[in-house]
């Protein structure tokens, strides 16, 4: 269990230069290496993803997905790129109920079924491809150095690596590549991981071909049909990531920016716009609690009934996010009672790494890369060490279900990176992991930054709420118990609030729109910093 302190005691990290911020101290120190060898903040940003795979390789890695948001100071323009990838070809709904799962049933999220198409690798590849200085050795060099030499595991990521550790001891490819004799690296042992540091090798020197291509995809692709899943070398020959156009919505005067879907950082604007319509500041403490978990439960509803791969079903983005719509939802918040919303009828027309980057040009990165639950679908690829995402358990297996599994098809996904902009610029690179928390963290930060005003590491410090579901709530130590029993009599299930490792971990870096200086703050609930020069 781990419990958290309030206030941090942490001090905004401030600098002229360049700055990363991310939730492990190594991995930020090889992406500002980077940027004071000559790379932008794309380099720095695949470098600091590439680190993570291998000092935090219980939530992220080059077996699960990426998306990120790119700002280009001298264009002027804020770039997508959805790194997720797809269900394989053989993934149909008759061959999951032929495993004896029905419509109402859930993906499960262990072993092969929920193995989609890894997709991060080659989104590292596609921005380096368009933006990089460097190349993609120079990117996995750090990591390739920390999976030979060993690294001691930091405290919080010891605490994770323990809780997979159970699953790891279920497949025998996984226990040798990431367990110690059996059992999870204790805080401050030293940890090497050789044989993802070969992968990582091969890759570095043959490319990302090799993964989707050549001898790695074989051996993902191997061992997974080995456990029974559908993945092949064709599925990973296949993959392509997406350049998407960002979605946004205006919020007191700053314009807020997320990933489309399939990612769910529509539930996060959603909720913006709902919360825009009330004045938070002139509320009690109790009201602007009860108004905030309000309208995440109502952008939660829409995003559960509408997200899905836009390639292969309509997501009405522009009437869920219509200003109509918002006021049409605005009316079912009750400010004497909690509900459990049902989602709207638009007009027409868990654990992640999540780390951002800002270099002395003012190009801007917030980027996000997850192996979704903890390690993942417990699987490694063999003698790869590369552990594999379980992504597939986002989806639905209800045909009629907009978000329902099919060949080639991308799940609902929770990995969401966010930038706030005013006047056309960027004023903050942001965002929180945590799976369902996402959203809610997104929502929550931004109010702290715009609403109450706090600097980058008062914005994360401040305590969390998380929504569980219906009228389900839990908070965390902080929060006044006064609010919380107001809260109750109005009908929240208050949940306790030591549950562990709910309420998410994020990085903030602000840029001040008169100075130019760079500002970060690093979530305490991780083992990060921010680190600049």
């Excluded at 939730?23 to 290496?33: H, I, K, R, T, V």
């Excluded at 020959?237 to 399939?262: D, K, L, M």
Aim: glycine share 12%; charged share 20%; with cysteine.
């Amino acid at each position: 269990m781990t419990h958290y302190n309030f206030d941090s005691r942490r001090s905004v990290v401030r600098c002229t230069g360049g700055m990363v911020a991310t939730s492990q101290p190594l991995a930020a120190l090889a992406g500002l290496d980077a940027l004071k060898a000559g790379g932008d903040a794309v380099d720095a940003a695949v470098t600091t993803a590439a680190a993570l795979n291998v000092v935090e390789p219980i939530s992220t890695g080059i077996g699960g997905d990426m998306f990120a948001l790119v700002w280009r100071a001298d264009e002027g323009k804020l770039y997508g790129i959805n790194g997720s990838g797809r269900a394989p070809a053989a993934a149909t709904l008759e061959a999951y109920y032929a495993r004896g799962l029905s419509k109402s049933d859930p993906v499960p999220p262990v072993g092969p079924l929920p193995i989609t198409v890894p997709g991060a690798l080659h989104g590292w590849g596609a921005l380096l491809d368009r933006w990089g200085r460097r190349s993609l050795a120079d990117a996995l060099e750090p990591a390739i150095r920390y999976a030979y030499d060993g690294y001691p595991v930091s405290e919080l990521i010891a605490h994770a690596w323990a809780r997979n550790a159970a699953l790891m001891r279920q497949f025998s490819d996984t226990a040798k590549a990431y367990l110690i004799d059996g059992q999870p690296p204790q805080t401050g042992q030293i940890m090497r991981l050789p044989a993802l540091g070969r992968s990582l090798e091969r890759i570095a020197a043959d490319g990302v071909g090799v993964f989707y291509r050549g001898q790695i995809g074989q051996a993902i692709a191997d061992a997974v049909q080995t456990q029974g899943g559908f993945l092949t070398l064709d599925d990973l020959t296949a993959h392509t990531s997406t350049w998407v156009a960002p979605i946004h919505t205006r919020y007191h005067g700053r314009q807020i920016f997320e990933c489309p879907p399939n990612g769910q950082g529509l539930a996060a604007l959603l909720a913006l716009n709902i919360v825009a319509t009330f004045n938070l500041r002139a509320m009690s403490a109790t009201d602007a609690y009860h108004v905030l978990i309000e309208a995440m439960k109502l952008a939660f509803a829409d995003a559960h009934r509408y997200i899905a791969d836009p390639a292969m079903a309509d997501v009405p983005v522009a009437g869920l996010l219509a200003s109509d719509y918002a006021l049409q939802r605005r009316q079912l918040i009750e400010l004497d009672r909690a509900n459990a919303p049902a989602p709207g009828v638009p007009p027409g027309g868990e654990d992640t790494v999540y780390l951002t980057v800002v270099d002395s040009e003012r190009n801007a990165v917030s980027f996000i890369n997850s192996n979704y639950v903890g390690i993942g679908s417990g699987i490694v690829g063999g003698e790869t060490g590369i552990a594999l995402q379980n992504r597939g358990a986002g989806f639905s297996l209800d045909p009629e279900h907009p978000n329902c599994l099919a060949p080639r098809k991308r799940p609902y996904h929770t990995i969401i990176p966010a930038m706030i902009m005013r006047d056309g610029q960027p004023l903050y690179s942001f965002g929180v992991m945590g799976g369902p928390m996402q959203p809610q963290g997104h929502l929550q930060v931004a109010v702290n930054l715009i609403d109450v005003g706090m600097d980058p590491q008062r914005a994360l410090d401040a305590p969390r709420f998380r929504v569980l579901g219906e009228r389900q709530v839990t908070f965390e130590p902080g929060v006044s118990p006064e609010v919380i029993e107001a809260l109750r009599q109005r009908g929240h299930e208050i949940l306790p609030p030591d549950l562990p490792d709910v309420y998410g971990g994020g990085q903030i870096i602000h840029i001040d729109p008169e100075t130019g200086a760079l500002a970060g703050g690093s979530d305490p609930r991780k083992d990060g910093c921010a680190i600049g020069y």
